[in-house]
């Protein structure tokens, strides 16, 4: 079974509310990223999060690794953030990445 | 910041043929990744390589091989390509940073066609 799993899979907001993306994963994750896929289809990476909370910006990334989740949240959201938002789990420590299927979120004007 | 590059970004291929999808990075990471992205399953490693002249296989390896000849450079080899090898290709490279917690840079992705 897969192994990352997000929800919701898609979310669709009013520009200015906030959005609150869900990471689960099913094996022990040295640590949560998260990604942004622009529309077009690069990738940029947002967070990198071993455990506890991170900020940047207007992005929080919390993640409980002994529950096996983890979740990011944008406050305000704005029309250029809509995109797909992945999370990936890092197992162990060779950098290997497992990926959830992503959150497509679109923030309507 | 990393720069990595990917050619062909699109590319149409028979049945058949042999496919060469390559990877660039300038940023002199030893670590690069091949990873494929269809709907539904995220992304998914296929090959990976820890430095110039390894390579090792990811979750998905079969009907890929891989090669790294230098540092900046990492192929991806479909020597028989396939219909169900059409997907979004992406190459990413990062480093195992003593300090910084590492992240993977991401090329734009190659679109593969194969008929």
């Known amino acids: 079974g897969q192994q990352v799993q997000q929800s919701p899979a898609s979310l669709v907001l009013q520009e200015g509310e906030n959005a609150e993306l869900q990471c689960n994963f099913s094996?022990?994750?040295?640590?949560l990223q998260w990604f942004y896929q622009r529309p077009g289809g690069s990738l940029v990476s947002l967070l990198s999060?071993?455990?506890?909370?991170k900020h940047t910006g207007r992005l929080t990334s919390t993640t409980v690794t002994k529950e096996r989740r983890g979740s990011l949240h944008i406050s305000s959201s704005q029309i250029t953030d809509s995109g797909t938002y992945l999370c990936?789990?890092?197992?162990?420590?060779?950098?290997?990445?497992?990926w959830g299927s992503g959150t497509k979120l679109i923030i309507k004007p | 910041e990393a720069a990595v590059t990917q050619s062909p970004r699109n590319k149409v291929a028979v049945t058949g043929g042999k496919v060469t999808l390559s990877c660039n990075q300038t940023?002199?990471?030893?670590?690069m990744y091949w990873y494929r992205q269809d709907t539904g399953h995220g992304l998914r490693l296929i090959h990976y390589?820890?430095?110039?002249?390894?390579?090792e296989k990811g979750d998905i390896p079969d009907g890929y091989k891989a090669s790294r000849p230098s540092q900046e450079n990492f192929s991806l080899i479909l020597e028989l390509a396939t219909p169900s090898q059409t997907s979004v290709y992406f190459c990413?490279?990062?480093?195992?940073?003593?300090?910084?917690?590492?992240?993977?840079?991401f090329g734009p992705g190659t679109r593969l066609l194969v008929l």
């Open positions: 990936a789990m890092e197992r162990d420590s060779n950098y290997q990445l497992i």
């Open positions: 094996s022990t994750a040295t640590r």
């Open positions: 999060n071993p455990s506890g909370t």
């Open positions: 940023n002199n990471h030893n670590n």
């Open positions: 390589s820890y430095g110039a002249g390894s390579t």
């Open positions: 990413a490279s990062g480093d195992d940073g003593e300090v910084v917690q590492d992240t993977q840079y």
